[in-house]
């Protein structure tokens, strides 16, 4: 027990000593710089701090005055925009599927018979003919049976026809009255005996000369040749399974693709009026590697996955694909003619749906409330809201409101819908047009800075920049994002 009390007191003490180290730090730690002059060296770099504290806050007043003069004056005028004319076209509907590509026939050439292989007649991928010869097989065996078939056939003929000469004497017996009827009868039978031999003879002799043809291995379809699993001088037999070499259809060839059962009414309909057309694309999503037609729906619904498996045949003259190759499928199913279509990028949407702004003629815009039958990555077709040769707006929606007045900027971003135009990588260019000035135009997801009028606020005063104007820093846009950073001098309209 006292050992236990000794042993309590000691930590005890150390605590305390410890404790009393960590509160005196402080003293001693300055001690200790004064000593060695660590506080004169130190003292300019907290000096420069306090300045720059106190510069802060005098400058903080000076940004926030500039910013709200430079944010008034730089919203006073019409917003910049881009758009571009609603066109009436005919626009194709398709069904996209991911599948890959089979040859239309798939043969593993294999051996009928055992032999030795004496004779390869292709090249590795060669493209050969039904009926061509791909291998050949000692086939010394086979004849030496066929020969003996045939000898045995030559054998029960003659013995055939010496009863059939015996049968006929035994006839003119009988007339005559020199011969008993039961010798007639026992001669027919075995002339009907010797025919059936016969007849078991030309099947043997054709069975054997089915076996000696087998020797000569011939392609049973048109396709080309794969790698080849067999030499010269290897043994085959019937038994195995890796076959001598696969044979594969490519010219025409298939494409199996899946797409969900909610568009399998869809599809039965459409292929109940015609044939389909399918599109193989290629990887980027953009080029169309072949053209081909749907060639039968699957009979059931795959329960795992809610899809449902199609396969189209395409020529495949280029021998653009190639059979176990991923490929992209899209099936045309329907085209709609004569419809209203504009750029996806105009097509905003609020609590209220969908909407667009239109341009009038005062250059002032509406906000029109739109009906959207379908739309992609370019365009979107609109049944409800817009009428051909209506300007809607692309870009710049930010600043926009009910009334707004806007200045069209010139650029591409006020074309017609088009297709993206592949870039030196082969990549769609989605998004930004470019403004007559060379900045990059606002795509519609990353709008201009929404402004009050005031400049104030966390995080949203402007910064004065050397030639008058604002830089605009990310705020908040009107669907609660940060807007982008723009330079705002770029394309705002001259200061009234």
């Given amino acids: 027990m006292a050992r236990t009390f000794r042993v309590l007191i000691s930590v005890a003490v150390i605590g305390a000593v410890a404790y009393g180290a960590y509160a ?72 996209d599927g991911v599948g890959s590509v089979k040859a239309l026939n798939t043969v593993t ?42 000898a045995k056939k030559a054998q029960d003929e003659a013995l055939l026809a010496g009863a059939q000469r015996d049968l006929a004497r035994y006839q003119l017996m009988v007339k005559s009255a020199s011969g008993t009827q039961q010798q007639v009868d026992t001669q027919l039978s075995l002339v009907a005996q010797y025919t059936a031999q016969v007849q078991v003879d030309q099947a043997t002799i054709e069975s054997a000369q089915a076996t000696l043809d087998y020797t000569t291995i011939k392609a049973p379809i048109d396709g080309r040749t794969g790698i080849r699993n067999v030499d010269i001088g290897n043994l085959v037999s019937s038994s195995d399974t890796t076959g001598i070499v696969t044979l594969s259809q490519i010219r025409p060839i ?20 015609g044939a389909l057309s399918v599109q193989a694309m290629a990887s980027d999503g953009l080029a169309v590697v072949d053209n081909g037609t749907l060639a039968v729906v699957d009979n059931q619904v795959d329960p795992t996955t809610g899809t449902v498996r199609l396969k189209a045949n395409f020529p495949n003259d280029k021998l653009a694909l190639w059979p176990g190759a991923f490929v992209n499928a899209r099936l045309l199913v329907e085209t709609l003619k004569g419809v209203i279509v504009i750029p996806t990028a105009a097509v905003q949407r609020g609590p209220n749906g969908t909407f667009v702004y239109i341009i009038r003629e005062d250059q002032t815009v509406a906000m029109k409330p739109v009906t959207v039958r379908q739309q992609d990555d370019v365009q979107a077709v609109i049944t409800n809201g817009v009428a051909a040769g209506d300007k809607v707006v692309t870009t710049g929606f930010a600043r926009l409101q009910d009334g707004s007045k806007v200045q069209i900027s010139t650029g591409t971003g006020a074309a017609a819908p088009a297709a993206a135009t592949p870039n030196a990588d082969g990549q769609p260019v989605a998004g930004a047009a470019t403004q007559a000035d060379g900045n990059a135009a606002n795509d519609g997801q990353r709008p201009h800075r929404q402004h009050n009028g005031q400049g104030g606020g966390n995080g949203g005063h ?22 982008a950073s723009t330079n705002s001098t770029a394309t705002s309209a001259p200061q009234q």
């Fill in 24 to 95: 005196t730090r402080d003293r001693w730690l300055g001690g200790a710089e004064r000593l060695l002059g660590i506080q004169g060296a130190a003292a300019p770099g907290e000096q420069a701090q306090g300045e720059r504290r106190s510069g802060q806050g005098q400058g903080s007043g000076q940004r926030q005055g500039g910013g709200r003069r430079g944010g008034l004056s730089q919203f006073s005028g019409p917003v910049p925009v881009l758009a571009a004319d609603a066109a009436t076209t005919d626009v194709p509907v398709y069904i």
């Fill in 109 to 150: 050439v294999r051996a009928q018979v055992n032999g030795k292989i004496v004779e390869i007649d292709f090249d590795e991928g060669q493209d050969i003919k039904k009926g061509d010869v791909i291998a050949r097989i000692d086939d010394a065996v086979y004849k030496a049976q066929l020969d003996q078939a045939i």
């Fill in 254 to 273: 298939s494409v199996l693709f899946s797409v969900p059962q909610q568009q399998l009414a869809r599809v039965n309909a459409a292929s109940a009026a």
């Fill in 462 to 483: 402007r910064k004065q920049s050397a030639d008058g104007g604002a830089a605009a820093n990310p705020a908040p846009n009107a669907d609660g994002g940060a807007a």
